[in-house]
């Protein structure tokens, strides 16, 4: 069963970095696209970032110019860089995969991300 393993949350101080790591158990074929999304307490889930099997990039207005989306095909492993956080970007933050084919979607059991002031 596939399974998609993130890693590199923790405890930061604004204006610090973090790397996300999201790593596929076993190799899933027929990607459409990998996201990153977060869910802060009380608020729904959000896109952070997004990157599609072209290579086109999306980010939240709110992370643009300090997070960066990548992938390294050779691991099947997807990443998120987070440079210059902000107490704001504390959340719970999961990984994503959606797919041409059944099941369509992954998900990663989420990373705790906590900004202090």
């Known amino acids: 069963q596939v399974q998609l393993v993130e890693s590199g949350g923790g405890l930061v101080q604004a204006g610090g970095s973090l790397r996300l790591s999201c790593a596929q158990s076993?190799?899933?074929?027929?990607?459409?696209?990998m996201s990153w999304f977060r869910q802060a307490p009380g608020k729904q889930r959000e896109l952070v970032a997004s990157l599609t099997s072209a290579g086109t990039t999306n980010y939240a207005d709110s992370v643009k110019g300090r997070f960066t989306i990548s992938r390294d095909n050779a691991k099947n492993t997807l990443y998120l860089q987070m440079n210059n956080l902000k107490p704001e970007d504390t959340a719970v933050y999961y990984c994503?995969?959606?797919?041409?084919?059944?099941?369509?979607?992954?998900w990663g059991q989420g990373t705790q991300v906590t900004v202090s002031s």
């Open positions: 994503n995969v959606k797919t041409h084919t059944w099941p369509y979607d992954y």
């Open positions: 076993i190799r899933i074929f027929n990607i459409n696209s």
